[in-house]
């Protein structure tokens, strides 16, 4: 097959004036290489196309593609993980992951934790804050635990999230609110165990690749997978590859985050974050079906990696996945 690969380099928004934190999500050289090179490794022609404006330029000129292997971002508005899938989808152009409702729900964290509790997935009490004003009528009990409703990394979570009173909570909301110009996601704090479930697949067919345990270290940023812990993760995070035969909780937690992923129509591979209560039950807390694809430092290959699993067999998986959704040649 022809697969295009579409993707956010963060050096060239860096390089058009966007700071570290607004590139946070993009991609670094190595992950194109490497992701070019298993393409390449699996006997597919790849060709570099870049982000959305690029991507529209290339079909301006007639440029097409049996596939598309889709890692952009995309760098404005809540929707904008939708936004190649969508304009792929108008050219009747496949591409990997998610559709762009999918993409588009799973990135504003309100909109998929309200989802997928009416489909029964244990999660959070939670509220949306779109002003100052709607803290009044927050009724959940401290301690709670404040995000930007559409950011990854860990953008916008640092020690101070983990809120304890009313004055705390109005700080860090404003704080949120002027920062990051969208929503807040507001809810109950929990205090358990972290995990990151892989999935792989569409479906019925989709299942778990394996879970993470995810294990702040002494000198991390305490009480959540903040934007530091995140970014220094090999200095501050152990990744523990926790089994469900014999942990209950890790059972759980994986056949909440399948139900999850199936319900979001989650497809060919992605990651569904859970975070356990003091009781030790599992909550669902945020859906990734575009998830992060270093070889070494995202979490999606490094469980791989963890289960024996290679990162050219892990792309293998999700073109197959992709070629079999919409019936292409499969590769071998």
Sequence with gaps: MKIGLTYDLRDVYLAEGYDEIATAEFDRADTIDS??????????????????????????????WDLV????????GIAREAQVPALLEAYSIPCTFGDPVAMSICLHKG?????????????????VVESLADLADIDLPFPLFAKPVAEGTGKGISPASCISSAAELSSVCESLLARFRQPVLVETYLSGREFTVGVLGTGESAHVLGTLEIVLLADAEPGAYSYTNKERCEELVRYDLVRPDNDPEVAEAERIALLAWRELNGRDAGRIDLRSDSHGRPNFIEANPLAGLHPEHSDLPMLATKVGMSYQELIREIVNSAATRVQLSVMD
């Design 111 to 127: 909109l998929t934790k309200t989802l997928v509790e009416k489909c029964g997935v244990p999660t959070p009490r939670f509220t």
């Design 35 to 64: 992701l070019e090179h298993a393409i390449i490794g699996l006997g597919h022609e790849a060709d570099r196309i870049g982000h959305v404006r690029q991507l529209v330029k290339r079909l301006a000129v007639g440029d097409r």
């Design 69 to 76: 292997f889709n890692i952009c971002e995309g760098m404005h």
